[in-house]
């Protein structure tokens, strides 16, 4: 039988600090599957910081959202009725069709979750695209070595709090930035040697203290005064690995960048972007390694869930001004 499903929608874009008003709830009505076709009943979905550079219209890596249409992005559900043998009924799948509780899918672009592995919640985060991008960016660009030190800003986030953890397991000192208490309290039991606010004190002053001697890889999520600071506290031949920078994210206007660029030549630094979806053939690579990490509890992982469709605009821009520990999920079906 048909059925029907909320959905968000953007219907504005954003100047500065996004709020609700550029978003609508909607109803739409699902037919049933067609040959080839699979219907799924999300479970969870996410919201990520790359989603607001989305809403600008302006084309960067990937195109913008289109308003008046359901935002996409990762979401996890159930197959609940198909015509697909690929995907038959009763099986988790995580897809790219984003805010909405249900969604009709052609089958193209899904992948298997196991639900016997690990909560299928952890698709979203520590085993999906912020696990891979702090695995990949940590080990692949960052490549530290036993005993260097690695400093890890936003580290209390879904990327931060994985790349500090894998730093940790590869024998380096890990140094993370976050903004609250009960959040370095948790980057301490993460084993974190050390974990400072960036509210309490600039993050230059920070470094000088908690790593006298300099650090040797700077695994960025924030940009800004962060990716100042840790240019100055770089060793010679160090490594930068440029995951994001949300500082920036809701500039209207563009700011000077880092004013001690010269050290990059005088310190023979190395800085290297990435986009993680550039790199999914690795993904096997990925969850060979983490996936037991997870089971074992060698990765440990928190999750800030919002629950109900409707409150997922809230849980974005409650990302952004960093509310979550860990991943943001909105959960928007029963069965999750």
């Known amino acids: 039988m048909p059925v029907t499903s909320r959905e968000v929608r953007l219907v504005a874009r954003p100047q500065g600090v996004p709020d609700e008003s550029l978003f609508e709830l909607a109803e739409v009505v699902l037919p049933d599957p067609s040959e080839g076709e699979v219907l799924i009943r999300n479970a969870f979905l996410s919201v990520d910081p790359y989603m607001r550079g989305r809403m600008n219209d302006s084309r960067s890596y990937v195109a913008p959202f289109a308003l008046g249409e359901a935002l996409t992005g990762g979401a996890v559900g159930r197959v609940e ?15 790219q069709l984003g805010w909405r509780e249900w969604a009709l899918s052609d089958g193209r672009g899904l ?66 930035s976050a903004g609250a208490p009960e959040k370095l309290e948790w980057l301490r039991e993460l084993g974190f040697d050390e974990a400072f606010s960036y509210r309490d004190r600039p993050v230059r002053g920070s ?71 550039d790199h999914y053939d690795r993904i096997g690579d ?44 909105v959960r928007v079906g029963p069965d999750a």
């Open 207 to 277: 470094l000088r203290e908690l790593a006298p001697d300099g650090i040797d890889v700077y695994f960025d999520n924030v940009g800004g005064d962060h990716l100042e600071a840790a240019i100055g506290a770089m060793r010679l031949h160090g490594r930068i690995v440029a995951c994001g920078a949300i500082s920036r994210y809701n500039d209207t206007e563009a700011r000077p960048g880092p004013g001690n660029m010269f050290m990059v030549v005088t310190k023979r630094l190395a800085i290297r972007g990435f986009i993680i979806s």
């Open 111 to 176: 992948l298997p979750v196991d639900p016997a592995l690990a909560p299928v919640s952890t698709a979203l985060g520590v085993l999906g695209m912020p696990g891979f991008t702090a695995w990949y960016g940590l080990t692949q660009l960052g490549a530290p070595s036993e005993g260097e030190t690695v400093f890890v800003s936003g580290a209390a986030g879904a990327v931060g709090s994985a790349a500090g953890q894998v730093a940790r397991l590869l024998g380096c000192r890990v140094i993370g």
């Open 81 to 95: 009725a198909s015509r697909n043998p690929q995907w038959p009924e009763g099986s988790w799948v995580l897809h």
């Open 286 to 329: 990925f969850l060979a390694v983490m996936g037991p990490w997870v089971r074992d509890g060698a990765v440990r992982y928190r999750e800030t869930v919002v629950d109900g469709i409707e409150h997922a605009p809230r849980a974005f821009i409650g990302l952004l001004a960093g509310e979550n520990t860990g991943k943001m999920l």
